[in-house]
């Protein structure tokens, strides 16, 4: 059922002991508030299971974890609140109809340490150093699409691609690509919305003909986290302008990659050293 978000964390491999222990912490909430949920640990380290399904907690660890110590606590049991009174509301993923989950969907770029975090999630190759992913946006909450919904739905992933991109195409009529000139020469922009899809828009054709309309072709573009696409003209400096998204990276919440992307009307690939070179 996937009751809460998968949302990638940088790192994941390595903080397993952290994710037991913030489940060890969030068990102890949901037996003191909530025993009627009869809650116990999942078989993965971030999933706790419920009567109803299964919760993730890698949403929650990714957002408290950054939080002073004395906050953590507080935000761990306000997210259990809101978790259990969308368990009673809201209806079963896997069980409502593609007619209606289609209209929720929305493609979403995660780090490639998803296929091993999230084994049961919906992914595609997108170019080296993202996959693509895929939510069921509910407002204030979303949830991942696992592969097991898709029988259910009798559709096939290629399908949920196609929906998920042209509702974020349909999304982003309103994006504003805002040129820029760098000082040292070249042009850039930023997508910046704050609706949690900016990196995402990445994978809209529409959206990166208008990239490569502003900037001319081809471009570099980086995507370090979910809230953050920055893209750049041949002619920009290349190492300052990789050198933010590498920081942003590693300082962001909802990470993704440092990898830089060349985009020209074929598509979206890695940018190898060649490219670099001939800028």
Do not use: C
């Not at 971030?46 to 890698?58: A, N, P």
């Not at 204030?140 to 949920?160: C, G, K, N, P, T």
């Not at 930023?190 to 990166?208: C, E, G, K, N, Q």
Request: no cysteine; glycine share 6%.
């Amino acid at each position: 059922m996937g009751m809460a978000a998968f949302v990638p964390v940088r790192s994941a491999f390595g903080q397993s002991a952290d994710m037991r222990r913030f489940r060890t912490q969030v068990l102890e909430i949901l037996s003191r508030k909530y025993p009627q949920l009869k809650a116990k640990a999942g078989d993965e380290d971030s999933r706790i299971e419920i009567e109803l399904g299964t919760i993730d907690l890698t949403n929650l660890h990714g957002k408290v974890r950054q939080l002073p110590a004395d906050e953590q606590q507080a935000a761990t049991a306000e997210f259990v609140d809101r978790l259990v009174e969308r368990v009673g509301k809201l209806d079963d993923a896997n069980r409502s109809s593609w007619a209606e989950m289609s209209k929720r969907l929305l493609p979403r770029l995660v780090s490639p340490d998803m296929r091993q975090l999230a084994p049961t999630m919906l992914l595609r190759d997108f170019a080296t150093g993202a996959l693509n992913a895929y939510v069921l946006d509910h407002g204030r909450q979303v949830d991942y699409v696992q592969r097991d919904m898709l029988e259910r739905w009798s559709v096939d992933s290629q399908r949920v691609h196609d929906t998920a991109v042209s509702n974020l195409e349909a999304l982003s009529v309103d994006v504003q690509i805002e040129v820029r000139k760098v000082r040292a020469g070249g042009l850039f922009t930023v997508i910046d919305t704050d609706d949690s899809y900016d990196a995402a828009r990445l994978v809209v054709p529409s959206l990166r003909d208008g990239l490569l309309d502003a900037l001319g072709m081809p471009i570099f573009v980086g995507i370090p986290n979910r809230d953050f696409l920055l893209a750049w003209s041949a002619d920009a400096p290349f190492t300052a302008l990789a050198s933010r998204v590498a920081k942003d990276f590693t300082e962001q919440p909802y990470p993704i990659t440092d990898a830089i992307f060349y985009v020209d009307h074929d598509g979206v690939r890695a940018a190898t050293a060649e490219d670099r070179r001939k800028r």
